[in-house]
């Protein structure tokens, strides 16, 4: 989430450790990949042996509403780790999860399908059209927004410290993080069993805090609070709660994924998509899928098997078939800038200059592809200049407008 909407790259990016302090995001992405990479060999060298790290070409997926800096970022990571950037790619997150879907033999073909793609930290969406001959066509540009299932987390984190104190859930988290790290992993199994209600076992500095604290048991404190029946103690240092008050914490996520999913259906290129494929660990919650079913009825749905290991699977494949992306839409025009003939004389003296005996328009933004344009795989633009000047780098200029001149 650091990277998304990043303008430039920043090398000097930071993310915030749990009490807010900041680290510098870099060697985090490093050492995670470097962890990915070490872990990986470990099990290849137990199940096939004699397989060679130099046989690996690495896939390192990346959401799509990533701008260029954050996949910028990304790879220069992964090199920074060690892996050798000949055999690496990344691959658009949507995009492997079509793959996936596709694979699957869901009779795609010809129709056009919309992947959402729910994970920790973004949902993503992407609108896509199988071909007749399997491969995968882009029709609409990626889009989506921060309500992944972390905000579940940071939901029952609230939660938590709207019961124990905020100063209390604080202080756990500085200074007893094992027992931190306990209760949300327990949260982690328990909220994905959101049908019936959830036991979680209090961390015993939390109820101690409480206690001297509030001056009252926690259940007196539970019932002077709002949540009812709904909210109680179990047992001496157990903490049970209905299943309202688990999916409350999912709640406003999935209404930002529904009214965004309906705004996107409501454009007019998008009124023959009839099918949703809903992928990523938070569409593996039964109410998440519920929800969505109940509330777009309108559209097919379908979640494929392990919709967790969707973009996953759909990245190997990928790998080892990357023109299965037949085409993409351009996100933004690019182009150069150059000294161009005025032949078709539309230009002012003031955008002129004379130069080598003649005179040119200054300044013209030369387009190679335009937003929105469909670009085949392996697609080349080849437009030749001649240097003013001896340049050892060409600026690139991109607009999200679509540019006339
Ligand atoms: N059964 C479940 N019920 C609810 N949430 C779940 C369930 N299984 C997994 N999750 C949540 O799904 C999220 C992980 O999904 P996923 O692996 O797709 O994320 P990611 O790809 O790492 O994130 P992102 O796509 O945002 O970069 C976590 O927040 C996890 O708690
Ligand atoms: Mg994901």
């Given at each position: 989430?650091?990277?998304?909407?990043?303008?430039?790259?920043?090398?000097?990016?930071?993310?915030?450790?749990?009490?807010?302090?900041?680290?510098?995001?870099?060697?985090?992405?490093?050492?995670?990949?470097?962890?990915?990479?070490?872990?990986?060999?470990?099990?290849?060298?137990?199940?096939?042996?004699?397989?060679?790290?130099?046989?690996?070409?690495?896939?390192?997926?990346?959401?799509?509403?990533?701008?260029?800096?954050?996949?910028?970022?990304?790879?220069?990571?992964?090199?920074?780790?060690?892996?050798?950037?000949?055999?690496?790619?990344?691959?658009?997150?949507?995009?492997?999860?079509?793959?996936y879907c596709g694979a699957l033999g869901h009779t795609l073909v010809g129709q056009k399908?919309?992947?959402?793609?729910?994970?920790?930290?973004?949902?993503?969406?992407?609108?896509?059209?199988?071909?007749?001959?399997?491969?995968?066509?882009?029709?609409?540009?990626?889009?989506?927004?921060?309500?992944?299932?972390?905000?579940?987390?940071?939901?029952?984190?609230?939660?938590?410290?709207?019961?124990?104190?905020?100063?209390?859930?604080?202080?756990?988290?500085?200074?007893?993080?094992?027992?931190?790290?306990?209760?949300?992993?327990?949260?982690?199994?328990?909220?994905?069993?959101?049908?019936?209600?959830?036991?979680?076992?209090?961390?015993?500095?939390?109820?101690?805090?409480?206690?001297?604290?509030?001056?009252?048991?926690?259940?007196?404190?539970?019932?002077?609070?709002?949540?009812?029946?709904?909210?109680?103690?179990?047992?001496?240092?157990?903490?049970?709660?209905?299943?309202?008050?688990?999916?409350?914490?999912?709640?406003?996520?999935?209404?930002?994924?529904?009214?965004?999913?309906?705004?996107?259906?409501?454009?007019?290129?998008?009124?023959?998509?009839?099918?949703?494929?809903?992928?990523?660990?938070?569409?593996?919650?039964?109410?998440?899928?519920?929800?969505?079913?109940?509330?777009?009825?309108?559209?097919?749905?379908?979640?494929?098997?392990?919709?967790?290991?969707?973009?996953?699977?759909?990245?190997?494949?990928?790998?080892?078939?990357?023109?299965?992306?037949?085409?993409?839409?351009?996100?933004?025009?690019?182009?150069?800038?150059?000294?161009?003939?005025?032949?078709?004389?539309?230009?002012?003296?003031?955008?002129?200059?004379?130069?080598?005996?003649?005179?040119?328009?200054?300044?013209?933004?030369?387009?190679?592809?335009?937003?929105?344009?469909?670009?085949?795989?392996?697609?080349?633009?080849?437009?030749?200049?001649?240097?003013?000047?001896n340049p050892d780098y060409v600026v690139i200029f991109r607009t999200e407008n679509n540019?006339?001149?």
């Open positions: 989430m650091v990277l998304h909407n990043q303008k430039r790259i920043l090398r000097s990016a930071t993310v915030d450790d749990l009490e807010g302090k900041p680290f510098a995001a870099g060697p985090i992405f490093t050492m995670v990949i470097r962890y990915l990479q070490k872990h990986l060999l470990e099990a290849l060298n137990l199940s096939h042996k004699g397989t060679l790290e130099t046989d690996i070409t690495y896939i390192i997926t990346v959401p799509d509403i990533w701008g260029l800096a954050a996949k910028q970022f990304m790879r220069e990571a992964a090199i920074e780790a060690g892996i050798n950037c000949n055999r690496l790619k990344l691959a658009l997150e949507p995009e492997a999860a079509a793959v399908f919309m992947v959402v793609d729910l994970g920790g930290g973004t949902a993503d969406i992407s609108v896509h059209e199988r071909k007749g001959n399997g491969s995968l066509k882009n029709i609409h540009t990626p889009c989506g927004g921060t309500w992944g299932g972390i905000y579940v987390d940071a939901n029952f984190t609230q939660f938590m410290a709207e019961i124990f104190g905020t100063r209390a859930l604080t202080a756990m988290q500085a200074d007893e993080m094992y027992d931190y790290f306990d209760m949300m992993r327990d949260f982690e199994v328990k909220k994905r069993n959101s049908q019936t209600d959830i036991t979680f076992r209090i961390p015993v500095v939390l109820k101690e805090n409480d206690e001297e604290h509030f001056h009252q048991s926690l259940s007196d404190r539970l019932s002077s609070l709002m949540f009812g029946e709904k909210v109680f103690v179990r047992g001496k240092d157990k903490l049970g709660i209905h299943p309202s008050i688990m999916q409350s914490f999912s709640t406003d996520q999935i209404s930002a994924i529904v009214n965004h999913i309906s705004s996107v259906l409501k454009e007019e290129r998008m009124k023959d998509v009839g099918l949703i494929i809903l992928v990523g660990g938070f569409a593996e919650s039964p109410y998440v899928q519920q929800r969505i079913q109940k509330e777009l009825q309108a559209v097919r749905l379908i979640v494929p098997e392990e919709p967790g290991l969707a973009v996953l699977k759909g990245a190997v494949m990928f790998g080892h078939k990357p023109n299965i992306i037949s085409s993409r839409v351009m996100d933004y025009t690019y182009g150069v800038e150059i000294f161009d003939y005025d032949f078709e004389k539309k230009y002012s003296m003031e955008k002129k200059i004379f130069m080598n005996g003649e005179w040119l328009v200054k300044d013209v933004f030369r387009v190679f592809v335009r937003v929105n344009e469909d670009v085949p795989f392996d697609n080349k633009v080849t437009h030749a200049f001649f240097p003013t000047e540019v006339h001149n």
